[in-house]
């Protein structure tokens, strides 16, 4: 097992393209979170997943902003009409179901919306 | 709703130092607490979880606590290192939140040679 993996590491686009980002879970992890991270702040909950279903989003997620996590396994996260508000790292963590369980994360994805 | 605050924002130490992290939390009604080490451009590494039964735990160099009565937990760094630089975030999980891990605003630690 590798870890939690997040595709693409880095992602420059211009001002309202559309962007994708991927995440792979740890295999046994039926729990995913998305988190948005700007410089020198600490991580913002966007959304999280158990197994397919998406529990909560947070109201930092637009409607531009759509997460998926078909069959409980990867995940994606679009942000349609990019804004340069939107550049920062996007972050991806999973769990094992449960209360007292740990969260493991990605190496995130470096949006630069330009 | 749960708020996490770390002060200071940043700090520099001499190596070979003792250091202490503050991590502060208003809801005292948590399931556990966990500590990151954050290198720049990077993601999160895990380095310590406490659950809400727990008073410390130990990895190595490092020690946390946590009050839940008094809202803090602290992260013990003994001996530093200036590999241990970097950024150090704290992230609570709480009952009346769900899942999430909502995280504090992070402690850059400088150890200098």
């Known amino acids: 097992d590798t870890g939690v993996s997040q595709d693409p590491r880095h992602k420059i686009t211009k001002r309202g393209q559309n962007v994708t980002f991927r995440c792979d879970p740890i295999?046994?992890?039926?729990?995913l979170y998305w988190y948005r991270q700007t410089l020198g702040q600490g991580p913002e909950f966007l959304t999280y997943?158990?197994?397919?279903?998406?529990?909560?989003k947070s109201r930092l997620l637009s409607d531009r902003f759509s997460a998926e996590r078909p069959k409980g396994s990867f995940s994606t996260l679009e942000i349609q009409r990019t804004e340069q508000g939107d550049s920062a790292m996007y972050l991806c963590?999973?769990?094992?179901?449960?209360?007292?369980?740990?969260?493991?994360f990605g190496q995130g994805t470096r949006l630069t919306v330009v | 709703k749960q708020e996490v605050t770390q002060i200071p924002a940043a700090l520099s130490v001499p190596e070979g130092e003792n250091l202490v992290l503050n991590c502060s939390f208003t809801?005292?009604?948590?399931?556990?607490l966990q500590w990151f080490r954050q290198d720049p451009g990077k993601g999160l590494t895990s380095l310590l979880l406490?659950?809400?039964?727990?008073r410390e735990q130990t990895s190595g160099r490092l020690n946390a606590s946590l009050d839940k009565s008094s809202g803090r937990s602290t992260l013990y760094i003994a001996a530093s290192q200036p590999g241990d630089s970097a950024t150090y975030l704290c992230?609570?999980?709480?009952?009346?939140?769900?899942?999430?891990?909502?995280f504090g605003q992070g402690t850059e630690l400088s150890v200098k040679p």
């Open positions: 809801d005292s009604a948590i399931y556990n």
């Open positions: 997943f158990q197994n397919e279903a998406q529990l909560e």
């Open positions: 963590a999973s769990s094992p179901q449960g209360a007292f369980t740990e969260a493991f």
């Open positions: 406490i659950q809400s039964s727990q």
């Open positions: 295999s046994e992890h039926n729990r």
């Open positions: 992230a609570a999980t709480s009952y009346n939140q769900g899942g999430k891990l909502i």
